[in-house]
């Protein structure tokens, strides 16, 4: 059974930086991609930036210039560096994992994110 480990939420002011870190642990046939979602309250999950196994990266347009997506494939890792942060990016922040050779979805438990204006 995969498992995905989060850390490095928090409350921040705008304006400011947080790091947030997702490590997959179990038994991974396959890594397909690797990246964060978000859910805002009263808000769908939608996708804040992603990495596949060939290094492409995508962003949502909302936070391009301000979040970087890195990986560390060795150890099963992403990591999501967010600057300039806006109150509009509060949210809870989930880690998904794509692998299989039939891909699958795994999920982190979410870590909050909260940035006050």
């Known amino acids: 059974q995969v498992q995905l480990l989060e850390s490095g939420g928090g409350l921040v002011q705008a304006g400011g930086s947080l790091r947030l870190s997702c490590t997959a642990s179990g038994r991974i046939v396959r890594f397909n991609r690797m990246g964060w979602y978000r859910q805002a309250p009263g808000k769908q999950r939608e996708l804040v930036a992603i990495c596949t196994s060939g290094a492409t990266t995508n962003y949502a347009d909302s936070v391009k210039g301000r979040f970087t997506i890195s990986t560390d494939i060795a150890k099963n890792t992403v990591y999501l560096q967010m600057n300039s942060l806006k109150p509009e990016d509060t949210a809870v922040y989930y880690c998904?994992?794509?692998?299989?050779?039939?891909?699958?979805?795994?999920w982190g438990q979410g870590t909050q994110v909260t940035v006050s204006s």
């Open positions: 998904n994992l794509n692998s299989g050779l039939i891909p699958r979805d795994y």
